[in-house]
């Protein structure tokens, strides 16, 4: 599961005692709901379902595949489906692909998704062998799914721009810039990708 409300709170203090921008922050939008997602293959799962479409279309498609597959918390379910079966389900020839990728490496067992390495970035290359699963989706998994504290996904655009609006960038950073930009906040970044959103968020409710 991912961080708690108190890591994240903890985490958040730990950083704002130290950059008062990011205590201004906390202060102007409170303090962010924990992202909490189950560990395992299911998310993983969803992640690739969920790519590129709106969370309705994500629902529909995974409601269609469960009924005409069965169990999607077992990868051998995906991994004997034909391409017709999961094609029918809604999902792109792309998208199939993806997903018979995932069930064959956890299936197989070259995926441990229950003892991924201790290293978030080892962990991320392990992550990013399986088609589909890029940087952004792995780091992702290991926020919201393993509650790593200190993953840090600054390819994320909402991340740069928030983060660029809180430390007060007149652009939004790069993703070079907005790593560099939290290299003092370790190990406590994920909490403040969390508040990133959350601040993204707030900024679109005032809007």
Known sequence: MGLSADQLKTSLDAI?????????????VGYPEPRLRDPG????LRT?????VSVAAAASIWNKLAAG??????????????DEALRAAG??????????SLAEEVT???????????DDEEAIAQLVKVKGIGRWSAEIYL?????????????????????????????RPSEKLTREIAEGW??????????????????????
Not at 48 to 52: A, P, R
Not at 143 to 169: C, K, N, S, T, Y
Request: hydrophobic share 45%; glycine share 8%; net charge negative.
């Open 16 to 28: 704002a005692a130290a950059e008062p921008l990011i205590a201004a922050a906390v202060a102007r």
């Open 108 to 118: 197989s067992g070259r995926l441990d998704l229950h003892n991924l390495s201790a």
């Open 41 to 44: 293959y299911e998310t993983l």
């Open 186 to 207: 370790r190990p406590h970044r994920g909490a403040a990708a969390i508040l990133a959103w959350h601040h993204y968020k707030a900024d679109m409710d005032v809007i």
């Open 143 to 171: 926020l919201f799914a393993e509650g790593r504290p200190d993953v840090w996904p600054a390819g994320d655009l909402a991340v740069q721009i928030e983060i660029g609006r809180i430390m007060g960038h007149d652009e």
């Open 91 to 100: 999902l792109s020839r792309q998208k199939a692909s993806y997903a018979r």
């Open 69 to 82: 597959l069965g169990d999607l918390t077992d990868p051998r379910v995906v991994a004997a489906a034909s």
């Open 48 to 52: 690739i379902v969920g790519q590129q």
